[in-house]
């Protein structure tokens, strides 16, 4: 292509200074290290970055070689959506979890704890937390990503994981604003709309980011919705009148704000990534993410080159690119000062700093085994049992009621009992089901399949928002009917009653959350 600028000059260092791009491969190309040394100051990692913490770190390193302040960013909520542990799933449980259980102490330890691995790898930033009401029970991309459906819960809980997460020395970039849990539509594939009142947004959606604002907050991210309440023609990250106006004017935020992935199709299906970023920029955005689907040095030189003709033509003024861009060096000095000020022999002097998050959670101590044991004393504390059923002692069948992933969650990260089973019960076997109402699925033909593979074992039916797919609750309501001595693991919202002869929810899908649930299932702890 032919850009429209060679030269670092100050326009080109600040077009480049609001992207967070992402990239391909697990060491940084060469393309991302030239444009660090040109003002680019943030950096996206995905699952596909990332091998092993040893990989993670030396990566992180090769960054800073480059550029000493980077902002090294990641959307690691642990639970169903992690990025360290993208192929092993999370050893932590998510939001949905940490509300169940509702002891804010835990949530802040698990929060640190998380947080700390992240800054032992060398991230500085987590695109984290989700601050969303999850007041949708059928929404399809939040769900267990929110810490529930009470507005109080969710902000108490919101504003102590950014606490735990900061103190960690990594900023917390708390979403998706001004909240996407009343929706029934997946931002990934199109707009979603909330037509609430103005005085439930205030009263429902807002109130987490408010907290969410006074724990300390360093950075926001926008959400992809219409919410004609606020803004008729807009979407939120695309709204002055909802970033400004009531994010920067009446809520008092003052750090950055980050645009979720601007190639997400509710931005790039009306306004394609050039224009959707110009307007984001305009409307009181600060930085720009992107590179969950578009990773390359094309793509940044794209959008790059679309701010520099927007303020060069008069369509984006050069005062609010240049204050878009301090607001992102300023985060980026934040890190630097918490990262020196944990280095051994320093006074801290941040009050977000590494090791000053107070309080323990319920008993867990703060010493190097407690810390690394956090998330499965978290996952336990969530499970919820009903009914009773002995020990399970043979290697029973897991049938794993498999629903399509969303886009946040992705679907190489593994989930389930299976593998906890299987390693407390060697034999144990298992079967994935899936289906589709669209596509005609027959839950009776699906039962009857599941029931043969098993044979006498007994059987684990696994299950994971099961209120939302019918196809899902009529196949096990036909195991049911034939096995009722069945066990249900909801690994889901738990929405749907209590079915089967012990029914487990666990609030998450997080590898620990499946070895909480199979210590129950067996008795056993190992």
């Not at 666990?506 to 056993?524: D, K, L, N, P, W």
Request: glycine residues 10%.
């Amino acid at each position: 292509m032919t850009t429209l600028v060679s030269s670092t000059d100050t326009l080109t260092r600040d077009a480049l200074a609001v992207l967070q791009p992402g990239f391909l491969g697990t060491t940084a190309p060469d393309w991302l290290l030239r444009r660090l040394g040109e003002g680019l100051s943030s950096v996206g990692l995905f699952g596909r970055n990332i091998a092993s913490p040893e990989q993670l770190t030396a990566l992180t390193a090769r960054l800073r070689a480059e550029r000493d302040d980077v902002l090294v960013a990641i959307d690691e909520e642990g639970g169903d959506v992690t990025r360290l542990e993208v192929k092993q799933g999370s050893s932590f449980p998510g939001n949905y979890a940490l509300g169940t259980v509702d002891d804010v102490d835990l949530t802040r330890a698990v929060a640190r704890e998380l947080g700390r691995r992240l800054a032992e790898c060398g991230v500085n930033l987590n695109w984290a937390p989700s601050a969303d009401v999850n007041s949708n029970q059928d929404n399809p991309v939040i769900g267990v990503r929110s810490f529930g459906a009470d507005t109080a819960l969710v902000a108490r809980h919101t504003a102590a994981y950014v606490e735990g997460l900061q103190s960690a020395g990594v900023a917390a970039c708390t979403k998706h604003f001004p909240g996407h849990g009343d929706t029934s539509v997946d931002s990934h594939h199109a707009m979603p709309r909330i037509d609430v009142d103005l005085a439930t947004v205030h009263a429902r959606d807002l109130l987490p980011f408010r907290a969410a604002i006074a724990a300390g907050s360093k950075s926001v991210m926008s959400a992809h919705i219409l919410l004609p309440a606020l803004d008729p023609d807009h979407p939120a990250t695309l709204s002055p009148q909802i970033l400004i106006g009531l994010l920067r004017e009446e809520l008092g935020f003052q750090g950055p704000i980050v645009t979720d992935g601007i190639e997400m199709r509710a931005i790039v299906s009306t306004y394609g990534i050039e224009r959707g970023s110009v307007l984001a920029i305009a409307a009181g955005a600060d930085a720009i993410c992107v590179g969950g689907g578009l990773a390359d040095e094309e793509t940044v030189l794209r959008l790059r080159d679309a701010l520099v003709t927007a303020v060069r033509n008069g369509e984006l003024p050069e005062e609010r690119l240049a204050d878009a861009a301090a607001r992102v060096r300023g985060l980026a000095d934040w890190t630097l000062r918490v990262r020196g000020a944990s280095e051994p022999g320093a006074d801290s002097q941040e009050g977000t700093a590494p090791g000053t998050a107070s309080g323990s959670a319920s008993g867990v101590g703060t010493g190097v085994e407690s810390r690394t044991e956090i998330g499965l004393v978290a996952a336990r504390r969530a499970v919820r049992v009903t009914g009773s059923a002995g020990p399970l002692t043979q290697a029973p069948y897991v049938a794993a009621f498999t629903p399509v992933a969303n886009i946040a969650v992705g679907d190489e990260t593994p989930w389930g009992v299976a593998a906890e089973l299987e390693r407390l019960l060697p034999g144990t076997e298992t079967g994935s089901y899936s289906g589709a109402e669209a596509a005609g699925t027959d839950p009776a033909a699906m039962a009857g399949e599941l029931l043969a593979a098993a044979g006498d074992r007994t059987i684990v039916a696994v299950v994971r928002d099961a209120h939302r797919h019918r196809w899902m609750s009529d196949a096990l309501d036909a195991v049911l009917a034939a096995r009722p001595e069945t066990i249900v693991v909801e690994m889901g919202v738990n929405e749907a009653e209590p079915r089967g002869a012990l029914h487990i929810a666990t609030h998450g899908a997080a590898r620990v959350c499946g070895r909480a649930a199979a210590e129950v299932i067996t008795g056993r702890r190992e």
